[in-house]
């Protein structure tokens, strides 16, 4: 079966969705104008699709279009040497406002598999839902078997393929989070025992903040990573957010001390920037970044065996 559209592109000012059939599977495509996305979703693995009809009356819309109105005929009611044309915009949007009305009650079709859930866009209306609902329970029973009159007895299943099971993948944000990890240790270790830290200070805070980002990241997909090495980006996460607070309020003092020393017009001292010279702080980061970034590869190798 080739790829048709079961739906009109919905539209909106800064985006459109569309639903599309292709083959066996739905083809969701949700587009914010500057980046698409894609969501596939096999007919056999549907377990339900929920229509809520929605009121064609809210306030926000009551609001809206009365606002529209009132400002639409106040600009036309002025006197004739006033801008006629000032009118023109809130008119534009008043007649876009009822278009919309025109298209009848509004609903909500949610999407549900065993894994996910989500909203079709494109079947914003009830009757764009009357037009394709039947379509698609037809092509789920086709697939999955026809339920009797009482809605819970599948009739005439079909035969089908055993599902396939999902299996976890290792992003390669995970690969770089965790050489980051050993390398700002490494870095740390090196700078310490050189007196160098502050020839180093930008090194590090680039790679303690894209560490938290990394971390953030790859705790949000925690689907495809599994529970383990989410647990281990969620705790770097903690810990580096920990420690850009540490680094933050020793800055802040020493900037305290510095415009105090500089009222006090004395002489700065290397010692009095905390923050380049605290031992124990620089020690104790560079032990967690050495732990979690070594914990990190031990677990990647690890399920790089499993999967071979």
Not at 25 to 51: P, W
Not at 240 to 253: E, K, Q
Request: aromatic letters at 10%.
């Amino acid at each position: 079966m080739s790829r048709r559209l079961l739906l009109p592109r919905r539209r909106g000012i800064l985006r459109y969705s569309e639903l599309w059939l292709d083959g066996q599977e739905l083809l969701y495509v949700h587009s914010s104008r500057f980046s698409d996305r894609y969501a596939r979703y096999r007919l056999r693995d549907i377990q339900a699709l929920v229509l809520t009809e929605l009121p064609l009356w809210n306030v926000w819309r009551a609001v809206w279009v009365g606002g529209l109105l009132f400002f639409t005929i106040i600009l036309l009611a002025l006197p004739p040497h006033y801008w006629k044309l000032s009118a023109l915009l809130p008119g534009l949007f008043l007649a876009i406002a009822i278009l919309r009305l025109s298209h009848g009650p509004r609903c909500r079709v949610v999407l549900h598999t065993a894994v996910s859930t989500v909203r079709l866009e494109p079947i914003s209306t009830m009757a764009r839902a009357r037009a394709v609902m039947p379509v698609l329970r037809g092509l789920i029973e086709e697939t999955q078997g026809r339920l009797s009159g009482d809605g819970l007895t599948v009739t005439e299943m079909p035969h089908v393929e055993p599902p396939v099971e999902r299996t976890l993948n290792t992003p390669l944000l995970l690969y770089v989070l965790f050489g980051a990890m050993v390398v700002h240790a490494l870095v740390l270790a090196v700078l310490y025992f050189a007196n160098r830290m502050a020839d180093g200070l930008s090194i590090s805070a680039s790679l303690l903040f894209c560490e938290l980002f990394l971390s953030a990241l790859a705790a949000l997909r925690w689907r495809t990573i599994g529970v383990v090495l989410t647990g281990v980006a969620g705790l770097i996460f903690v810990l580096s957010l920990i420690d850009s607070g540490v680094l933050a309020y020793s800055f802040a003092d020493s900037v305290g001390g510095i415009i105090g020393a500089a009222g006090r017009r004395e002489t700065l001292r290397p010692e009095d920037l905390k923050w380049l010279w605290m031992k124990e702080q620089t020690v104790a980061r560079a032990a967690w970044h050495a732990l979690a970034g070594v914990a990190g590869w031990v677990l990647l190798l690890i399920r790089r065996e499993e999967t071979a």
